[in-house]
């Protein structure tokens, strides 16, 4: 069983800019890509950005060039650097491991809100 906890988010001004991070726990060997997803008011959740084991990463079309995301495979850390935020960025992010099983497991989400 994998554990997901995501820290960080808050608030920022439009502009401005905001840190995740997500920490794995348990059964953490298990644990394939990784993911960013968010969900707004009103709004289904959506795929922000995902890391493979390698490193490499895809991104949503509405963050690119303003968000990077990251891992830290020996700490099974995943990040989210968010720059340039804007008040469509508001929402609950979540982090989310895929595992080599096929299931997923979920953070319980942390708030960003980015006031205009």
């Known amino acids: 069983q994998v554990h997901m906890v995501e820290s960080g988010g808050g608030i920022s001004q439009a502009g401005g800019s905001l840190s995740l991070s997500c920490a794995a726990s348990?059964?953490?060997?298990?644990?394939?890509?990784m993911g960013w997803y968010r969900q707004a008011p009103g709004k289904q959740r959506e795929l922000v950005a995902s890391?493979?084991?390698?490193?490499?990463?895809n991104y949503a079309d509405s963050v690119k060039g303003r968000f990077t995301a990251s891992r830290d495979n020996t700490k099974m850390m995943a990040y989210l650097h968010m720059n340039s935020l804007k008040a469509e960025d508001t929402a609950v992010y979540y982090c989310?491991?895929?595992?080599?099983?096929?299931?997923?497991?979920w953070g319980q989400g942390t708030q960003v809100t980015v006031s205009s």
């Open positions: 989310k491991a895929d595992l080599w099983s096929g299931r997923s497991s």
């Open positions: 348990g059964s953490i060997f298990s644990i394939n890509a």
């Open positions: 890391i493979n084991r390698d490193g490499t990463t």
